[in-house]
Nanobody
Framework: QLQLVESGGGLVQPGGSLRLSCAAS????????IGWFRQAPGKEREGLSC????????YYADSVKGRFTISRDGAKNTVYLQMNSLKPEDTAVYYC????????????????WGQGTQVTVSS
């Protein structure tokens, strides 16, 4: 199993921004599609965004479209999720995941997951 580590979470006020990072250890992210997911207490895991291995295809959930941007930096072996205009309902644990197949917002195809980073949006 591949090792992924998320970072960049924290407490932010409504309307603020955060950038999450997903770093890979021991393997090259460039061969994998990467997805970002979140799970709030009492709710199902939600697919937010994904980026293909080439970086040419990206998808976003309607709930974050226009506010979140996914990108990848091959040199740093890292995928980012820039989150702007954050809302209290964005509060959740955020996870990144990797899979060899195409970019998808469904969690099933992903077989490697990070431990998650907490994002709290509150005044």
């Amino acid at each position: 199993q591949l090792q992924l580590v998320e970072s960049g979470g924290g407490l932010v006020q409504p309307g603020g921004s955060l950038r999450l990072s997903c770093a890979a250890s021991g393997f090259t992210l460039a061969y994998y599609a990467i997805g970002w997911f979140r799970q709030a207490p009492g709710k199902e895991r939600e697919g937010l965004s994904c980026i293909s291995s080439s970086g040419t295809i990206t998808y976003y959930a309607d709930s974050v479209k226009g506010r979140f941007t996914i990108s990848r930096d091959g040199a740093k072996n890292t995928v980012y999720l820039q989150m702007n205009s954050l809302k209290p309902e964005d509060t959740a644990v955020y996870y990144c995941a990797a899979e060899r197949g195409p970019c998808t917002l469904r969690s099933g195809p992903y077989d490697s997951w990070g431990q998650g980073t907490q994002v709290t949006v509150s005044s």
